[in-house]
DNA sequence: GACAGCCGTGAACCATCATTCATATTATGT
DNA sequence: ACATAATATGAATGATGGTTCACGGCTGTC
């Protein structure tokens, strides 16, 4: 009883091709100013295939961030869990974000959108699941931040709160990357973000 | 011909109890998802009434974020042209925003979100006179951050990245305010913030 | 080659608002 | 007190867009 049939590996292509004419539409448009005909058009599909493979919009919806976030958690945490240092692994998980970034924008627009701007407006994060994966991510960033101040390696300071910090100046360039794209590369991103994070802005002596 | 009539600031005084009903609403479930309707109710007048007051609910919702931009442009634009060297400057710059997120938390919800996370999804930033005060302010903290940088009060980084930087970190604490607003003190968030963006995280040599 | 089941289709249906406007209410000036 | 103008009201209107479903075609099976 081969459960893969030519019929279920069709279906699961047009599921692809309608999550990413999804992608498009929700990462620039917001989920309450597209429509299921749009999507269904750029898809090349009647609206009513999408209620085939979709329960609906809502869970089309949370199917895509699911992905989406699944996709970045993997990548985020295997940087994570890495060998070396933690300072070293640090470095390789914003390396890493960098890349995801500047290598899928729409994606990281969906992402930045479903972890920062929703933590601001509850009602805006669509999905539990979701939100549950990006918290794993938070809490390895914290223990690993824990870790490193028992190690001395870095400064006293409440380890969720080093953890938010990181997020918040890693996303930081998001926006300008987003405008113009050919500016930036990952590499030049992650430097960065290491540089003021990890080294000092400040050059007087505090 | 005095135009400071009764009629005059009743109407006026109408109009800021519906703004502030729509501030309450639009900060916690977004543009789409706040209905005239509920906005009317809210402010105990009837729908027909917002619109002898705005032109429009894109009017009303422009109206607002107008004044919370302007208001958060102001108080910033304050502290960054008070007196003192670059890094003084830059330190009352974050006292004031920490302050400024801590006392009105429905107001830098909006905030931020129109600042912050709409760079990203641009169609989602409903108005263009509140994006320019905005940049506005990115403009100045870049110059601060150049004007620093030739006075070896900072390291060498493209000024405007130093800008997008600062505002990542002190943007990165509002979520978690905006889930326990006990847990926060301004000048916890300033200290904290500071201590990020100016000092060093790492502690080893680089 | 006929039959059954699955798929895709898109017109039709219905709920949800934004917006309007005829009417009711209140304030102003004489 | 009366006339008049300004203001508030909320039922009615129309548009938008999510969702359904009866239909026609295609695939795989006997």
Redesign the pocket.
């Known amino acids: 009883m081969g459960k893969v ?4 590996r ?2 699961q292509r ?1 599921r692809r091709e309608i999550l990413a004419a999804a992608q498009d539409l929700f990462s620039r448009k917001g989920f ?9 058009d750029r898809a ?10 979709f ?6 919806y949370r199917a895509l961030i699911l992905d989406t976030v699944r996709e970045f958690e993997a990548a985020l945490s295997a940087a994570l869990n890495a060998r070396g240092s933690e300072i070293e692994k640090l470095e390789r998980y914003i390396e890493t974000k960098a890349d995801l970034f500047v290598r899928h924008i729409p994606t990281a627009r969906l992402y930045f959108g479903q972890t920062a701007a929703a933590q601001c407006a509850p009602t805006v994060g669509l999905d539990r699941a979701a939100r549950a994966l990006y918290e794993k991510v938070l809490d390895r960033l914290e223990s690993l931040f824990r870790a490193g101040i028992r190690r001395m390696l870095f400064v006293e300071v409440e380890p969720k709160m080093l953890a938010l910090g990181l997020e918040g100046i890693s996303n930081a360039f998001l926006p300008a990357l987003v405008e113009r794209p050919d500016d930036f590369s990952a590499d030049e991103m992650a430097a960065l973000t290491k540089k003021i994070f990890f080294g000092r802005v400040s050059l007087k002596a505090e």
């Open positions: 049939t030519r019929r279920e069709e279906r047009h309450d100013r597209t429509s299921m005909a749009e999507i269904a090349e599909f009647a609206v009513g295939t999408l209620y085939k493979l329960e609906d919009k809502q869970a089309l």
